[in-house]
């Protein structure tokens, strides 16, 4: 096990928490919503986001609710809902009966409108959008009025009655928050809060021909669902002013937004619409594509969701963005099955090698432990013969220095076996490939046996009659650069080796009975994964999840020994 003990990391939103439950802002409550855009599928980011809402409800005793918020007809889709719902509950994390649309306020949403137009604080604009940007001003010039803001209380009203009725064409007319036009934030200058659209709703239907603007849904949503604390990213920050004045403008329940940095990892993309064009445009297999950030993805690949809500609880909830390596989402899920994959031996690139001392008719049945560091895991029988197959990698001809495995006359042990000896080559007459290898054992070093001569290398096998054919797939990062975002066109360095398929890979034979879904750790190769997916009858698909290599526990380390 690794000792490696990280810091518990600093969770601001606790402390704010705590603070509201000194002064009682909101009687003990705590009451928090994760609000997905159904228009993708959710990736690690959002997995942050859910584990931190969720999490933090849990931990207060409040709740949390799964809002979808769907505003933007033009954009959503029920496959995203599905699959939302779906990653979700597979995190572990329950919403029970508090599933909400956005657009279930659309009505709520109209009369607050009707109520800000009649107090004066939201008017009818006529001004295109040229225009509006035109009359917006600037970070460092405030904005213009717009010459539509004096009208009165009722010709805004029916005005606003008639976009609703669709009397006016897409980008006529806009309904904006009557604000402050030179305010130093650009988002207080008269923002739009409900724009023309004539778009069928997978909701509403045909019902509405105006939709609320994000920025004036979300703070209502908020308040009609009594969240006590909007937790968001750091985008929002500026946007955190305009929240506050709609609740206030209106007098209804006001929630306290909080921002948080946004979860980057390296070598990866984490925008929805990004990852968007990585399917549609056939980058990728699809939304779960082992490759993907995206929460299928990495189910697909084989990442345990305790491993992720791991991932999320030690990166912590920071203020201020960073990019979190991926090393340490796989340094996660590598301590998980450190403990729970049973080991076997598989081996990818398959080296015949025949021991020419051991009888050919004979087949041993070797007691193997499943896993050393968890013996209540047990043991299973392996068998060994005269023929078997060993790692490609795992010889080599013309040995470097301090090379330990298999090379013309050296000795290593074969794991759970013997001890062996290489003999003599053989090769292709024509390629000068190596076929086999031909070795002799040593009847008295069978593992278990009180044998004490000892060898430097030990190596994985699998016995040429018994092992069982499989397909393993290896994956590296999807991406060459370590911020594909910050490239010009972040397509043009993603790794044309980011998937390799290994289809003559050998497999001991105890995984005949494996089942779709379980994991195991392939000895010096690293965790591997049944696809659910791709494995078909008795063809097995392995994903590596990771290899053994832990880069992440290891700068722990050097951390700690510096300190
Ligand atoms: P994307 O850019 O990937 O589409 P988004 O913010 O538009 O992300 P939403 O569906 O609106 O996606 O996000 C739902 C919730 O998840 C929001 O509260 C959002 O702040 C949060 N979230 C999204 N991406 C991340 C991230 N990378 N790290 C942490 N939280 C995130
Ligand atoms: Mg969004």
Not at 205 to 226: F, N, Q, R, V
Not at 343 to 351: N, S, T
Request: net charge negative; with cysteine.
């Amino acid at each position: 096990m690794t000792t490696t003990s990280f810091e518990t990391p600093s969770n601001f939103i606790q402390n704010i928490i705590n603070e509201d439950f000194k002064t009682n802002k909101y009687g003990r409550r705590v009451h928090t919503r994760f609000p997905p855009e159904p228009n993708g599928y959710l990736h690690i980011g959002h997995a942050k986001s859910i584990c931190l809402n969720f999490g933090i409800a849990a931990k207060n005793s409040g709740l949390c609710n799964l809002r979808f918020d769907d505003t933007n007809p033009a954009k959503e889709e029920v496959e995203y809902i599905e699959s939302i719902k779906e990653d979700v509950k597979w995190l572990g994390f329950d919403w029970g009966d508090r599933m909400y649309y956005a657009s279930d306020y659309f009505e709520q949403l109209h009369e607050y409108a009707v109520k800000l137009i009649k107090t004066g604080k939201a008017y009818v604009c006529d001004l295109s959008a040229e225009e509006t940007r035109a009359y917006r001003g600037t970070l460092t010039e405030p904005g213009k009025e717009s010459p539509y803001r004096s009208r009165s209380v009722e010709e805004n009203l029916a005005l606003f009655r008639r976009m609703k009725e669709g009397e006016f064409e897409e980008g006529a007319r806009v309904l904006r928050a009557k604000i402050d036009m030179a305010s130093p934030n650009l988002n207080m200058r008269d923002p739009v809060i409900y724009r023309i659209m004539k778009a069928a709703h997978h909701r509403t239907g045909s019902k509405w021909l105006i939709y609320p603007m994000y920025d004036y849904a979300h703070p209502i949503s908020d308040s009609i669902e009594s969240i006590t604390h909007s937790i968001c990213t750091l985008e929002f920050e500026d946007h955190r002013p305009l929240y506050d004045w709609l609740l206030e403008a209106l007098d209804i329940f006001h929630p306290q937004q909080i921002e948080f940095a946004r979860l980057n990892l390296s070598y990866t993309v984490m925008s929805k619409r990004k990852l968007r064009q990585l399917v549609e445009e056939g980058y990728v297999s699809g939304w779960d594509d082992p490759r993907m950030p995206t929460i299928s993805g990495l189910r697909r690949r084989g990442y345990t969701p305790g491993a992720i809500r791991d991932f999320c609880d030690r990166i912590g909830v920071a203020k201020a963005n960073s990019t979190v390596d991926i090393a340490m989402l796989e340094h996660s899920i590598r301590e998980e099955m450190n403990f729970q994959a049973p080991r076997v031996m598989a081996v990818l690139r398959p080296l015949k090698v025949i021991i020419d001392n051991y009888p050919e008719d004979r087949v041993e049945e070797l007691e193997a432990e499943d896993n050393p560091e968890n013996p209540d895991m047990g043991t299973r029988k392996l068998p060994f013969s005269r023929e078997i197959f060993i790692e490609r990698d795992d010889f080599s001809e013309n040995p470097p220095k301090k090379f330990f495995r298999l090379f013309p006359g050296s000795e290593v042990r074969l794991k759970h076996a013997y001890i062996i000896k290489c003999e003599r080559i053989v090769k292709d007459e024509k390629t000068g490939e190596i076929t086999e290898l031909h070795c002799t054992y040593d009847p008295e070093t069978r593992s278990g046996s009180g044998s004490t001569r000892k060898v430097k290398g030990t190596l994985h096998w699998v016995s040429a009659p018994h092992a069982i054919k499989v397909e393993v797939r290896l994956y590296n990062s999807l991406f060459t650069r370590e911020n594909p975002d910050e490239e010009d066109d972040f397509k043009a360095c993603i790794n044309p080796e980011s998937c390799e398929r290994l289809s003559h890979c050998l497999v001991e034979p105890s995984l005949a009975q494996a089942a779709r879904g379980s994991r195991y750790q392939f000895l010096r190769n690293g965790y591997f994964f049944v696809d659910p997916v791709d494995s078909k009858g008795s063809a097995m698909v392995f994903n590596r999840i990771v290899s053994l290599k832990d880069t992440w526990a290891k700068i722990m380390k050097t951390e700690q020994t510096l300190k």
